[in-house]
């Protein structure tokens, strides 16, 4: 069976993993480098980028993470794991207590981008390989502002990327985890 990490520093760790259970796959978190060294895919979650940030750095895993990338480690990113695997982060947070991008997908992601009046709100999107449009759930979400010449749009929103692909490494602005929709997690899973 194909083993599944998620991210377990800060967010919404059980959500994912009961996901990732339902699609099919051995799912575990990840708090340690040796529990990062044995999964062939990893979820980051939806959170607080800026603390998921530093406890990276406190529980050091913040190389060995960026290293797997590197290697090529399939990734799904949700609103905050988003934000983390960006190249480049607008808003990254106040000095000192930045996130800071892993670099797996090449885009700039601004967090917080909705703003404040639609801080949260949901949403029927197409999305690229899916039938039948996805019910997004937005909250306090991050927008894509650039992609690089490999990453794949797979949902847009107010005119900007919420959904995208680059290889084996999958983000969306918004939280499927929490819909009980479990197709974004299945496209992931699946292509493991
Ligand atoms: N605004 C959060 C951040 O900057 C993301 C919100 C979320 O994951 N729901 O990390």
């Not at 927008?143 to 900007?160: F, N």
């Not at 499927?176 to 292509?191: N, S």
Request: charged fraction near 20%; include cysteine; charge should be negative.
């Amino acid at each position: 069976m194909t083993r599944v990490g998620v991210l377990a520093l800060q967010g919404d760790v059980r959500e994912h993993l009961a996901a990732l259970r339902a699609v099919g796959a051995e799912a575990i978190p990840v708090r340690r480098r040796a529990e990062l060294e044995a999964v062939d895919g990893l979820v980051i979650p939806g959170g607080e980028s800026t603390a998921m940030s530093h406890l990276l750095r406190v529980f050091e895993l913040a190389e060995p993470l960026r290293q797997r990338l590197a290697d090529g480690l399939p990734a799904y990113g949700s609103c905050a794991g988003m934000i983390l695997l960006a190249t480049e982060i607008v808003d990254a947070g106040a000095p000192g207590r930045q996130a800071v991008p892993l670099g797996a997908i090449d885009m700039t992601v601004r967090r917080n981008a909705f703003g404040r009046q639609v801080d949260s709100f949901e949403g029927d999107l197409d999305f690229v390989g899916l039938d039948d449009p996805v019910h997004a759930v937005f909250i306090r979400a991050p927008w894509v502002e650039r992609v690089g010449p490999e990453v794949q749009v797979l949902a847009t929103a107010a005119g900007h990327p919420v959904a995208v692909r680059q290889g084996a490494v999958l983000a969306t602005a918004f939280h499927p985890e929490v819909t009980g929709d479990r197709r974004i997690h299945r496209l992931f899973v699946d292509a493991l």
